[in-house]
């Protein structure tokens, strides 16, 4: 009773002395404001999203279920089984090469070919609008289509211009502006080209072995549910167990597009959390200072006999109520986000129009951000409960006092290590969040170790002659001084930016340089069997100094390993891509050339006993297989086991033929299959290439010619778009850390203004103490670059070199960048701060000395 007594009227003096407003703590709600919103907004978008693509499930995967073979049609069972099911409409799916009449130019195209029944959800919209018996009816020869801008802008065409499409002419009717379905149909590194089935037909490339995806949608009847959805499942498994075909339904229509939106909030909200934390820091200074100035306060309270835990709840509850006000302004804004993510993203993913309110997200954004709060505030606290009332009266403040009793030390560890498990725990990836955390810690740990260590050298420095560097490096290490402060909030943040930009560096100089370097010129793909001899005379002669390499390829689905269905299996993220969908596999006498067995042997050239398989050492660590373990692949619709004699280390990164799985050749004896080549020449022109690529298609119109440049071209430009993406996120870390650094400077002026008087008053001038505190904020800024420089680098190269496994090198571009920011913030901000405090009045100051 007595207890509850005492919070009541610690709660009503919390409330009178607040009716003086927020003064002091408005560095406290941005921070606050800011994290919360990040987070809760970045989590709100990701709803949205996942919450469109269940809600439009059936108009992105274009039906209710959709059944995908690879290289092959349904049989007349399988199809019959499909057509019973309800209305079924038909698509084809291959890359190929679309040329101009006379053969003067092509372009590789995303291919599709569908029925009268397309789409069975959603609309198609074209420009101009035609419905489908115009838009693909063939008329004296020549079969309608439709295009994305892209290759009417490449091929230089407009409405009504005709291509070539393998043995077959189209003519462009109209430019393709929405496909319902497309989102389904996974990232195509080139434009769309639609047309029937009779036009793909009467192309002639669909051949025994061509990449050709082949899927069947169907459109259940009124009332069927998600029960009936599992048990169409379940009859295709029993009555087809060998078809190998890629079954989805409408509650997964876009499963890659769900998990990298996933992964991405994961990261966002992880940056968001980082701005929160960062603004931590802004909250421990804004504490601080707000009780220093209260000092008056609350040392009459401990005269009239308040305890040390009244004063503590009074405080902490102004500090709760004004976290609370940061709260609601951050949920605000997170709550907005996804109405203004539905206009600008409604184009590229299908976020719900009306936006929406996501409680949940809401909810984990609100409760990071009283944690943080509590986190950050016990100490400083605890500490104002700990000084006695004489102590308060007669020094400056009550900071810089070390740490407050055990209670209150233990009570922040105990709330920084709830904040740390509940990250872990809503985390899409809990082994990345909890390197982030761990990460956050160290970083916390090191930093104060550098502002400590920066104090330390400040203090055992040389006595200087200039007066200004003198009084700089002596604000540097005097008590109360700003350095830890500065360099934990401004390091944290530049750390970030430095880690992020260094790794998008090493990426696009990759992407740029090095591939290009060693990769091959050119891809070929679907070259038949029939022709294999005479394409590679004519490549052979066209570039008779380049290295032709051909394989046989066809595609397969893992369907179980050692007898397990893969279903049931699960894998790490990095290696659940192996079991996901269909994958190129090969055959092969000898071992590749750019592989080198790491385990086993490789089979005779002459073996004829039960099927082997030689896995890709890396990808067989992740699924956790080793020699003398089955894989079960299922090709051209028959299951085929094979044992794992030997594993291979791959050079994935040399862009040429690599494989998972390589099997031996009496594996695949008698199925039909095309072949896959690579031309590497190096020292080939723009215009040789060119005539390679015009060469081949006017020859081979049926294989598809992609040129690697071009594609790493179209990767490079998605890694730009991603790097300016993540770095604007990041930047909102960087902002936290400015305004923490501007609210730390802001903590610190008090002290700052009792020196400056004492200087003026000693015969300084401004000049001299402008120069002083300039050098100060210079040095400070310039050993937290170091440490960004330091941290950020070392981040970056574990990523590159251990994620990413690619080489990684240091960018002078961003040590300079980032001490310029360095300096500019703390040079900038501190000299904004203290043109306030060199014009302030001498006289009240010494009249408190």
């Known amino acids: 009773m007595r207890t509850s007594r005492s919070l009541k009227l610690a709660l009503r003096f919390a409330l009178r002395e607040m009716r003086g407003g927020l003064s002091g703590f408005l560095i406290f709600l941005t921070c ?17 999203i996942s919450s469109g693509v269940a809600t439009e499930g059936q108009a992105l995967l274009g039906g209710d279920i959709r059944f995908a073979l690879n290289q092959r049609e349904a049989t007349p069972d399988e199809r019959a089984f499909l057509d019973r099911l309800g209305t079924l409409a038909v698509s084809a799916g291959m890359r190929s090469m679309a040329r101009l009449e006379d053969g003067s130019d092509q372009a590789l195209v995303e291919a599709k070919a569908v029925d009268a029944a397309y789409p069975l959800y959603g609309t198609l919209v074209t420009r101009p609008a035609l419905p489908a018996p115009d838009l693909f009816a063939e008329e004296d020869g020549v079969y309608g289509a439709a295009a994305a801008d892209l290759l009417f802008e490449r091929l230089g065409l407009e409405p009504g211009s005709r291509i070539r499409l393998g043995g077959a002419t189209f003519e462009l009717r109209a430019v393709l502006a929405s496909e319902p379905d497309a989102i389904s149909d996974g990232f195509g590194f080139a434009p769309r080209l639609l047309v029937s089935l009779e036009g793909l037909r009467a192309s002639g490339l669909v051949q025994p072995g061509s990449l050709v995806e082949h899927q069947y949608k169907v459109r259940l009847p009124a009332g069927s549910g998600e029960a009936g959805l599992a048990a169409i499942r ?49 909250v421990a200074n804004a504490v601080g200072a707000y009780l220093d100035g209260k000092r008056g306060v609350i040392a009459t309270f401990k005269s009239l006999g308040a305890s040390g835990g009244f004063v503590f709840a009074l405080y902490l509850a102004q500090i709760l109520i004004i976290a609370g006000f940061g709260i609601v302004i951050g949920l605000a804004l997170a709550a907005l986000m996804p109405f203004a993510a539905s206009a600008a993203l409604s184009s590229f993913i299908p976020v719900p129009a009306e936006g929406g309110v996501y409680p949940g997200a809401l909810a984990l954004a609100a409760g990071f951000g009283v944690l943080v709060t509590l986190a950050f505030a016990v100490l400083p606290l605890g500490r104002a409960r700990a000084v006695p009332a004489t102590a308060l009266f007669r020094e400056m403040g009550i900071g810089g006092r070390g740490l407050p009793r055990w209670p209150y030390v233990a009570l922040a560890i105990g709330i920084a290590v709830l904040l740390a498990a509940l ?13 982030f955390v761990g990460a956050a810690v160290a970083a916390f740990i090191v930093l104060r170790g550098v502002g400590l260590g920066v104090q330390w050298l400040a203090r055992r420095a040389p006595r200087l002659r200039s007066t200004a560097l003198r009084l700089a490096v002596g604000n540097i290490h005097r008590p109360g001084a700003l350095t830890p402060s500065v360099v934990l909030s401004l390091g944290l943040g530049l750390t970030l930016l430095v880690t992020l930009a ?53 595609r397969g689905r893992v369907m179980a390993l050692n007898g397990v269905d893969v279903q049931k299996i699960t894998v790490p993220p990095e290696g659940a891509w192996v079991l996901r969908g269909d994958r190129g596999i090969t055959y092969a006498a000898n071992i590749p050339e750019n592989a080198t067995l790491s385990a086993g042997a490789w089979w005779p050239r002459d073996y004829a006993g039960e099927p082997l398989v030689s896995f890709s050492s890396e990808e067989a660590g992740q699924l956790g297989l080793k020699i003398g373990d089955t894989v ?164 970056a190269w574990f990523v590159v070199t251990r994620v990413m496994t690619l080489p990684s090198s240091f960018s ?20 904004i701060g203290t043109w306030r405090v060199l014009g302030h009045k001498a006289a009240p100051v010494l009249r408190e000395l």
């Open 632 to 795: 079960t692949v299922n090709v051209l619709g028959r299951n085929i086991t094979a044992r794992i004699a030997s594993l291979r280390d791959v050079q994935w990164e040399s862009m040429g033929i690599n494989f998972v799985m390589v099997f031996s050749p009496n594996t695949f004896a008698g199925a039909p299959h095309a072949w896959l080549a690579t031309l590497m020449a190096p020292d080939a022109t723009l215009a040789e290439e060119a005539q390679v690529l015009n060469q081949v298609t006017r020859a081979y119109p049926a294989v598809t010619t992609v040129r690697v440049k071009d594609a790493l071209d179209i990767v490079n430009r998605l890694v730009a778009q991603l790097g300016t993406a993540i770095r604007a996120a990041a930047s909102v870390a960087l902002l936290a850390s400015v305004l923490v650094l501007a609210g730390a400077l802001a903590a610190g002026n008090r002290a700052r203004i009792h020196d400056a008087v004492v200087l003026k008053t000693l015969g300084a001038t401004r000049r001299t103490l402008i120069a002083a505190f300039s050098l100060e904020y210079m040095l400070i800024g310039l050993a937290t670059a170091v440490f960004a420089l330091a941290a950020g680098g070392v981040a």
């Open 812 to 831: 002078p571009a961003v040590a300079v960048s980032t001490v310029a920011i360095a300096l500019v913030l703390t040079v900038g901000i501190g000299l």
């Open 234 to 282: 379940a009859e295709a498994a029993e009555k087809f167990p060998e078809a190998g075909w890629s079954i989805r339904t409408r509650t997964s229509a876009a499963p890659a597009l769900s998990s990298n939106i996933e992964r991405f909030s994961q990261f966002l909200t992880l940056v968001g959390l980082t701005a929160l934390v960062v603004g931590g820091v802004g």
């Open 32 to 48: 606050i404001a800011l994290g919360v919103g990040a987070i809760g907004g970045v989590n709100s978008v990701a709803q949205a």
């Open 502 to 554: 260094l790794i998008d560096g090493d990426l696009r100089r990759q992407i740029s340089g090095s591939l290009p370097e060693q990769a091959p010129n050119f891809f070929f793909v679907d070259i038949q069997a029939a022709d294999v001899d005479a394409f590679s005379s004519l490549v052979t002669g066209l570039a008779p100094d380049g290295k032709l390499v051909r394989v046989p390829m066809l």
């Open 423 to 435: 990250s872990i725990w809503f985390a899409t990836d809990r082994r990345i969040a909890t390197i």
